[in-house]
């Protein structure tokens, strides 16, 4: 089976939700890409595309230089879902009217819709959805029908059933829309005709066909960082090229506790796989002795990682291709240019381009972070790495104040294992998104037994969020919060203060430095 048979595209006029949209598209089980929305008719013709998709986007459609789809698009044939601005893009084109509203509709919303038309097949004639505007359809293109109305919109919903085109004024793609999966899965299973083919199993299956193919008897070299992209990445290799793969893991001693035994026996004893781990625990700690400022640790970091990669990789003389665990986040990122989203960090495992490879290999470039997971599930990776929480590329050194040392990272590494142990047992690894223990860098008076002491203050940070831009504080209950608390200071040493950080993003980071 050619997976990508059945691909929708995704036209992105600037929406903060167009990724939104194609994770739900995919969840639906059909492949779909995201491109600018300067996209061609021409393009889109030869890439055969079932269905096409606006986005939403912050312009007006009647405003000066607004963003407009190349209206050849309208005669190609290919059903099309206009969603917020894009139902506006489509009803204006089309020669409809949108107007500028006085009151903007923004929030849960009731609609009422017509259930025998085509997107609300099956769904209920009275929902909530999620509304985002200020401008409305005021006059419908002439043949379409309204399927859709609410208090502040005429024209909710409308479609033109025989030349397949369809709007929603609303975001389907939001989980605040009670039906938006029904109405998406209506669009694509019966407007489109797609069959729902784009399952993970059958990506894992087409890659490592692919990946023989491309790598022949040729050989990789990879970069395991023990994260998730890159593990995935390097078994899907593994997998279709077993030993001609191999893979470095730098060590740099800034991981958590115990994680980097974890990270070589899954590889190495469960995979069997061709493993060279570097321990450069010393290297690093003698290039950081010293340094506090944080940029200028991440620096270092980034660069020792560089120079140990090139070390190692050396002395295994002549590799043909280089694997990395880029994933589509990273593609579109860099690729359509139309959302307004700054990638703040980039990973230490980051390697420059002329390290003198004959190819790239990035096996994830099409898949999302839960696809990412699920794939790595697929391969039989454990969950205790599939699942794991971000961690930074320099680790360790970013959650100790001031410069590193051995004895702060033993500190802080004990310290992070409780909490970690404790919020696993009490469940709260699952709804905190990111948990960890920060060594502060303050020293505080305390008394243990009849002793005076003066100490390190250990501070717990858990955080909520979604896309890690913004964050809340996690709402920890009293009694674990106590238990991390005693826990710490009764097995740490030299801890003598614990801590709670309730500070929102913004204005905190999530890290500490
Ligand atoms: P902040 O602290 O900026 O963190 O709110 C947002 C997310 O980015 C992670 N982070 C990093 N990741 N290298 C990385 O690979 C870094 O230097 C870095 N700094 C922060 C952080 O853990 C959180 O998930």
């Known amino acids: 089976m050619e997976l990508k048979n059945e691909t929708v595209l995704i036209m992105d006029f600037g929406g903060q939700y167009s990724q939104l949209i ?20 021409d393009e889109i013709k030869k890439n055969k595309y079932k269905g096409i998709i606006f986005s939403g986007g912050p312009n007006s ?91 502040g919109c005429p024209v909710a919903a409308m479609e033109d059933i025989k030349r397949h085109f369809y709007a929603l004024q609303f975001h389907p793609e939001v989980q605040h829309t009670q039906e938006g999966m029904l109405y998406l899965k209506n669009f694509l299973y019966n407007a489109c005709g797609c069959t729902a083919e784009w399952k993970m199993s059958s990506f894992v299956e087409n890659t490592v066909k692919e990946l023989k193919k491309k790598i022949g008897s040729k050989k990789v070299l990879c970069a395991l960082s023990g994260g998730v992209d890159s593990s995935v990445a390097a078994l899907l290799v593994h997998k279709a090229v077993g030993k001609q793969l191999t893979c470095i893991f730098v060590d740099h001693g800034l991981l958590r506790k115990d994680e980097g035994d974890q990270v070589e026996s899954v590889f190495r004893k469960q995979f ?13 700690l003698s290039k950081l002795k010293g340094v506090s400022e944080p940029e200028k640790k991440r620096k270092i970091i980034g660069e020792e990682f560089i120079r140990v990669f090139e070390d190692e990789s050396k002395k295994l003389g002549a590799i043909e291709f280089l694997c990395q665990g880029t994933i589509y986040p990273d593609v579109v990122e860099s690729g359509t240019g139309e959302a307004a989203v700054i990638k703040s960090h980039h990973n230490v495992g980051g390697l420059p381009e002329d390290v003198g490879f004959e190819g790239i290999i990035e096996p994830l470039r099409d898949l999302f972070k839960d ?13 205790f790495l599939v699942q794991r929480q971000p961690f930074p590329g320099p680790g360790l050194a970013i959650r100790i104040m001031g410069d590193v040392t051995e004895e702060k990272l033993d500190i802080l590494k004990d310290a992070d294992a409780i909490m970690r142990e404790e919020f696993a047992a009490n469940g709260l690894d699952k709804k905190a998104d990111q948990y960890f223990a920060v060594l502060t860098g303050i020293k505080s008076v305390g008394v243990m037994g009849d002793g005076r002491t003066y100490d390190n203050t250990i501070a717990l940070r858990a955080v909520t969020t979604s896309d890690f831009m913004t964050a809340d504080w996690a709402r920890i209950p009293y009694d674990v919060l106590e238990r991390i608390s005693n826990r710490i200071i009764n097995e740490v040493k030299n801890v003598n203060r614990v801590v709670y950080d309730i500070t929102s993003k913004p204005p905190a980071t999530i890290e500490w430095e």
């Open 22 to 41: 194609a994770r739900r598209v995919r969840e639906c089980n059909v492949y779909c890409e995201l491109r600018s929305y300067k996209i061609s008719a």
């Open 61 to 151: 459609t009647y405003e000066e230089n607004a963003p407009v789809c190349d209206p050849e698009i309208f005669r190609l044939g290919i059903p099309v879902l206009g969603i917020c601005y894009g139902a506006q893009l489509m009803a204006q084109s089309l020669g409809g009217k949108v107007k500028s509203s006085e009151a903007k509709e923004y929030g849960k919303t009731e609609i009422e819709c017509n259930t025998s038309s085509l997107i609300f097949h099956s769904a209920s004639a009275k929902t909530v959805c999620w509304m985002s505007h200020t401008d409305y359809i005021s006059e419908l293109p002439h043949g379409f029908k309204t399927t859709a109305i609410s208090d």
């Open 272 to 284: 069997d796989m061709n493993l060279i781990r570097v321990n450069a625990q010393d290297r690093f």
């Open 371 to 383: 696809e990412v997971r699920k794939a790595g599930t697929e391969l039989g990776i454990p969950d």
